[in-house]
């Protein structure tokens, strides 16, 4: 079966025999790294795949999502601005594909299509990797969109001090925490929302953190969430703030610089995101295989 020309960028599992094939679909989509990720860790844990990309119309993800595991593909990863399509379009949702209310993840198991969130796991580990202690951290969480949705659930796991979700209004800070009362609680964290404008307010924001995370899109357009006024309460020296954005030092990360915190921007995200769904689609018995850390240390050097 041949897949719609539109659609398909070397993706089309008859084009690839001996080979399981997977792909990232996303509108636009050329610019992804991730098979390059995929084609890394295959070559580290000998596995005979091929990782492709797809570009579905902006209207059009279920019918390629469709067409792609009908021809005998295995499994995909999904990023913007198809999450939202890949949840409804999953026929079981893992708990964590649940709570973050969107799918990255895509694969097909007896005929049905199973959809999970790994950008939360991501984060926590590129975290890890990168020394963060979140134990008992204060984190501020900037933004309540998608993106700030799927790394809540993983980020209270691991039982912070207390979680501050700041977005320009309210509403959908609040909606969060209301999400996310139940296993704040259990892991005994202070789960609060506040709008941007009261991270100026010393009063409002009385105390500085240890982990600042932008998951808005500001610095795709070189803006950042933060005034002066509330990087002034946010960061203190020793803080570390972490941009999802990757491959360049966005506004919101010069201005931790200027105030003493580390930064990162979100490549290592990425990679282990990336390599949570390597797991998934090949057996976890493969993580002894695969070095994300070299894998992302390569992307970095070229």
């Known amino acids: 079966m041949t897949l719609n020309a539109t659609l398909d960028l070397h993706t089309d599992p008859s084009f690839f025999q001996g080979k399981d094939v997977y792909a990232v679909a996303g509108n636009p989509i050329s610019h992804s790294k991730s098979p390059t990720i995929h084609q890394a860790f295959a070559e580290q844990a000998q596995q005979a795949m091929h990782y492709g990309r797809m570009q579905p119309q902006l209207d059009g993800f279920t019918k390629a999502a469709k067409s792609f595991f009908a021809a005998g593909g295995k499994g995909m990863n999904v990023t913007v601005p198809f999450k939202l399509d890949a949840k409804t379009f999953s026929d079981q949702l893992t708990d964590r594909a649940r709570l973050a209310g969107a799918v990255n993840t895509l694969w097909i198991q007896d005929g049905k299509i199973y959809g999970d969130n790994t950008d939360g796991a991501g984060l926590v580990r590129d975290l890890l990797a990168q020394g963060i ?39 959908k800070a609040d909606e969060l925490v209301k999400l996310f009362a139940d296993l704040a609680a259990r892991k005994q964290v202070a789960l609060e929302s506040r709008t941007l404008a009261d991270l100026e307010n010393s009063q409002k924001t009385s105390h500085s953190f240890d982990l600042v995370i932008n998951a808005t899109a500001a610095g795709l357009t070189d803006d950042s969430p933060l005034s002066e006024a509330a990087v002034m309460q946010v960061f203190k020296p020793g803080s570390f703030a972490y941009d999802m954005v990757y491959g360049k030092n966005t506004a919101f990360m010069n201005q931790a610089l200027q105030h003493g915190a580390r930064i990162s921007d979100g490549l290592g995200m990425l990679v282990e995101q990336a390599a949570d769904a390597f797991l998934i689609w090949r057996g976890a018995e493969l993580a002894t295989e695969i070095n994300p850390r070299a894998v992302l240390a390569k992307l970095r050097s070229s």
Request: proline share 5%; aromatic share 0%; net charge positive.
């Open 133 to 171: 202690d979140i134990h008992a951290a204060r984190i501020l969480l900037l933004g309540a969109g998608g993106a700030a949705r799927g790394v809540i659930g993983p980020l209270l796991e691991l039982s912070p001090k207390c979680l501050v979700i700041a977005n320009r209004s309210t509403a």
